[in-house]
């Protein structure tokens, strides 16, 4: 993973130079673990005790990936998503993700009754913080037609992927949304092992569960011969890419499971 080629806009976040910075990995562990009220003997014992996720070596440009910004992951360089995120190693840091998704519910407002336009402005988004706004553009050049529409459905599903293929290949994606479940005054608990205090969160994190439907259907050839829903591709991807804990694809409300198909 290094920052793009001399020539290409993306810049190193902090210093604004082609080189990544590499930030001070026990700096980092101060500033991430600062508020704990620990003593100076307490945090040089838990950093040496720290987990392999902190340790800088494991991934680079640690200050953009800390502040939910990061120059590496447009399709420009790593191409093909399911096999780039297939072969990574390393584990980025939990910060990387809750800023990023931070970063994405400050950037769009979710009314009462949820509308198409609310959902396609944060599928937009994932892309912008994920991809550096690149995916949905490969979509459009791949010729592959995005759609977006509601239903009051009386089920368990919030939001489904309808994928379509044409002589092997994704033809169109029609992203599904249950308006029912987006209503004010329901608010999931827990979207795939994630969190969500709130329904805006939660959006978001339904968004990336279902893109990756759409990202895999698209760049794994075997999607279209033989598709799984939620297989260990899945599993592994909504791990690497979006920091998902589990891939069971429901989430808890008050007195009820609502999946996340």
Same mark, same amino acid.
């Not at 368990?156 to 092997?168: G, L």
């Given at each position: ?12 976040? =902090? ?12 700096? !980092?562990?101060?500033?991430?673990? !600062? ?52 072969? !990574? ?150 791990? =690497? ?10 989430? !808890? ?9």
């Amino acid at each position: 993973m290094s920052c793009p080629p001399k020539g290409e806009p993306h810049r190193c976040y =902090r210093s604004k130079k082609r080189k990544c910075v590499s930030t001070n990995p026990w700096i !980092q562990w101060l500033i991430i673990n !600062q508020g704990k009220g620990w003593t100076i003997r307490e945090f040089s014992a838990k950093y040496k005790a720290r987990p392999p996720r902190y340790k800088s070596y494991e991934f680079k440009c640690n200050a953009n990936k800390a502040l939910g910004t990061s120059h590496d992951l447009s399709l420009n360089h790593i191409h093909d998503p399911t096999e780039f995120y297939s072969e !990574q190693k390393y584990i980025k840091p939990l910060t990387l993700y809750n800023a990023r998704r931070a970063k994405i519910t400050k950037e769009f407002k979710l009314p009462v009754v949820i509308t198409v336009a609310v959902v396609k402005r944060v599928m937009t988004l994932v892309d912008k913080y994920y991809f550096d706004g690149s995916l949905l553009k490969e979509f459009a050049e791949r010729g592959i037609t995005v759609t977006y529409k509601l239903s009051d459905e009386r089920n368990n599903s919030s939001m489904i992927t309808q994928t379509n293929f044409k002589n092997n290949k994704v033809d169109n994606i029609v992203f599904k949304i249950n308006k029912t479940h987006w209503v004010e005054g329901n608010n999931p608990k827990r979207v795939d092992g994630i969190v969500a205090p709130n329904r805006k969160t939660a959006l978001v994190l339904t968004c990336e569960h279902e893109l990756l439907h759409a990202i895999i259907n698209v760049f794994d050839s075997k999607s279209a011969v033989r598709p799984v829903h939620h297989g260990p591709m899945f599993t592994l991807l909504n791990n =690497r890419i979006f920091g998902h804990s589990e891939s069971v694809y429901t989430y !808890q409300k008050d007195f009820c499971d609502v999946e996340v198909d």
